[in-house]
């Protein structure tokens, strides 16, 4: 007979707060802040290449529209969400394989992520402007 | 002795599983979208319309949202887990996500094979 009142006690929440962030764990906060994010502007995605694929109005209405400041800052917050999402999944994926779990690699590793994504939104971001 | 209390058939595996598999898809997808925007470089209607409807471009791309709905469903539905203790509030945000992932899919595969 299995312990249903242990099985009643799940799932646990912890308190947390009193404990201070460490890098892999900012890393990881925002890969689930960047993954929401990336759901969240789905609908607008679908929108923005419904427009651009409609017809040569549609693509012209659509460079209108993306070369307008706020949507353009959207599309830069965008950017980096798929950005981080990509560098901190793919770092993730290495760690599955058990590659790169011990402390100092874990700490160096989530570094780069946050580096590169930033500086990959940066540059792409100064491109395409 | 390990006392382990059986909640379920698979302990999840199967969607840590496919949560990894369709990242890998969507990475490799996105760096060769990446890669045909640099070749390419469609600033006209017509060389955007025809970058995607090439055949294996609508297959790639066909594989690629279904790993957006898979993926996108599993986080979301982890989100939804770990924040909202309601069970009826968690029903109905989980229904809603899948809703809004097949619909998106379904908008999606009507834009790429429209053009």
Redesign the interface.
Known sequence: MPDLAANKKRPLWYNLSPLSLPLPGLVSILHRVSGALLFLGLVWFLFLLDMSLSSDAGFARFRGYVGHPLVKLSLLGFLWAYLHHFCAGIRYLFMDLDKGVDLDTTRKTSYAVLAVSLVLTAVIGAKLW | MV?R???GAHYGLRDWLAQ?VT??VM?IY?LIFVLLLFVSRPI??TS??AL?SQGWIRFATFLFVTS?LIH?WI??RD?W?DYV?HTGLRLVLEVA?IL??VG?AG??MQ?IW??
């Open positions: 006392k209390v059986i909640v990894r990242a890998v990475a996105t006209t209607y955007w319309k995607l957006i996108a986080g979301m989100i887990m203790r996500t809004l992932l998106c908008w999606a834009i429209r053009v």
